[in-house]
């Protein structure tokens, strides 16, 4: 497998945990966000993502793109060990867990929509930096309700085995961290990334630690 990824993009974060709980080598394909304009408008990208993203992942005949469908890729064709429990009213929960982050806190404060801020609605640095803290903090205030007071919630988002959720919790929380978010009252969240980052799959799969490290 081939992985094309950048060290801070917080989707192609969440493949990189993925594959590493699941035991699984893959190839370094680096797509610098912002190196050149941008590496995902060249050519050769374009042809593998014509939306220019990362993530993408090929696999043999298969190029795959979008985190979730990636990793729901990899828990069907490599089940072991899963990402999703057993139920379906478990799988709802922590898909639910997982979009709430993947599709209500994260477009909102991704790259391109902070350079349209700032390049195109010349929003100051400031402005920007506010905008993206009032949605991850609007987004875990809800995250930390859900998780905090439902019993499901154990060492991990659910039970005692990291899953999918918390593939997309610690980028989430790592991105947080990076803007300076104040996650004081947060302590469910704090404490199920700091059990996550205590296990390698997860240090290993850390922006620090990928070979486009900057």
């Given at each position: 497998m081939k992985l094309y990824s950048y060290a801070v993009s917080s989707a192609s974060f969440r493949v990189r945990i993925a594959l590493n709980l699941k035991g699984l080598p893959y190839e370094f394909a680096g797509v610098h966000l912002l190196r050149s304009g941008g590496e995902q408008f060249a050519p050769a990208f374009v042809a593998v993502n014509p939306q220019s993203l990362v993530p993408a992942l090929v696999d043999g005949d298969h190029t795959l793109t979008q985190s979730l469908a990636i990793i729901e890729y990899l828990e069907e064709t490599h089940p072991e060990p899963p990402l999703l429990p057993k139920t379906p009213a478990e799988r709802a929960r922590v898909r639910s867990l997982a979009l709430l982050i993947a599709c209500d806190i994260h477009p909102l404060n991704n790259l391109r929509v902070l350079k349209y801020l700032k390049r195109a609605l010349k929003v100051e640095d400031d402005a920007r930096d506010a905008w993206y803290r009032h949605w991850v903090n609007l987004g875990f205030t809800a995250l930390e309700a859900r998780l905090a007071g439902d019993p499901a919630t154990g060492r991990f988002c659910h039970g005692d085995v990291p899953g999918l959720?918390?593939?997309?919790?610690?980028?989430?929380?790592?991105?947080?961290?990076r803007l300076k978010c104040d996650l004081s009252a947060m302590p469910t969240i704090r404490r199920l990334h700091e059990n996550c980052m205590a296990l390698e799959a997860f240090r290993q799969a850390a922006p620090a630690n990928q070979p486009d490290a900057e």
């Amino acid at each position: 497998m081939k992985l094309y990824s950048y060290a801070v993009s917080s989707a192609s974060f969440r493949v990189r945990i993925a594959l590493n709980l699941k035991g699984l080598p893959y190839e370094f394909a680096g797509v610098h966000l912002l190196r050149s304009g941008g590496e995902q408008f060249a050519p050769a990208f374009v042809a593998v993502n014509p939306q220019s993203l990362v993530p993408a992942l090929v696999d043999g005949d298969h190029t795959l793109t979008q985190s979730l469908a990636i990793i729901e890729y990899l828990e069907e064709t490599h089940p072991e060990p899963p990402l999703l429990p057993k139920t379906p009213a478990e799988r709802a929960r922590v898909r639910s867990l997982a979009l709430l982050i993947a599709c209500d806190i994260h477009p909102l404060n991704n790259l391109r929509v902070l350079k349209y801020l700032k390049r195109a609605l010349k929003v100051e640095d400031d402005a920007r930096d506010a905008w993206y803290r009032h949605w991850v903090n609007l987004g875990f205030t809800a995250l930390e309700a859900r998780l905090a007071g439902d019993p499901a919630t154990g060492r991990f988002c659910h039970g005692d085995v990291p899953g999918l959720a918390d593939c997309c919790l610690v980028p989430q929380v790592f991105n947080a961290q990076r803007l300076k978010c104040d996650l004081s009252a947060m302590p469910t969240i704090r404490r199920l990334h700091e059990n996550c980052m205590a296990l390698e799959a997860f240090r290993q799969a850390a922006p620090a630690n990928q070979p486009d490290a900057e």
